[in-house]
């Protein structure tokens, strides 16, 4: 039986959002137990010309909750704004993004097979159906940001291990 683009997608952006959002809590108790200011951890950086933690963090909810609603527009450009300056405010974005994609029905992305989707910045305009634009475009995205957030921590001596990447597991019952 074929897989669906909801079941090839949303589950494991929610597997995603959910371990992303854990980093977050564990960043924030680091901060508190070391004695940090949050920015310590905020305005991370794996190396100078990359974006800090809360900009990957803001990614993940960019590329999986945006991603859908660019479905619906048939067109995604990166969002610019800063990032939230808070790990409550990274919360608050991923939650937003979790809610937006637990409502997303089976047949809701079904539909979309085929549709065109235009990844568009600045002058760059890139074609895709909807389903290659899910799978090969923010899929990949959300998961380098989330790699990256993890990695940050990582390189900031946080005590985290890959099951924390991970997150929440769907095996079989």
Known sequence: MPISLHAAFVPSALQIIGSTRGLIDTADTWCDEQGRAAETVLGARIYEDMLPFAYQVKSVAVHTQSAIAALNEGR????????????????????????????????????????????????????????????????????????????????????????DFLGRLRMRR
Do not use: C, W
């Not at 937006?100 to 890139?126: N, P």
């Not at 159906?129 to 993890?150: G, I, K, M, R, V």
């Open 76 to 163: 995604f450009s990166p969002d610019m704004a800063p990032p939230p300056a808070s790990f409550d405010g990274l919360r608050a974005q991923l939650d937003e993004a979790r809610a937006a994609l637990e409502k997303v029905g089976l047949e809701e992305l079904e539909e979309k097979i085929g549709q065109e989707v235009r990844f568009e910045f600045g002058k760059l305009s890139l074609p895709f159906d909807a389903e290659d634009f899910l799978l090969s475009f923010s899929q990949p995205n959300y998961a380098f940001h989330a790699a990256t957030a993890y990695d940050i921590l990582r390189m900031l001596g946080i005590k985290i291990g890959k099951t």
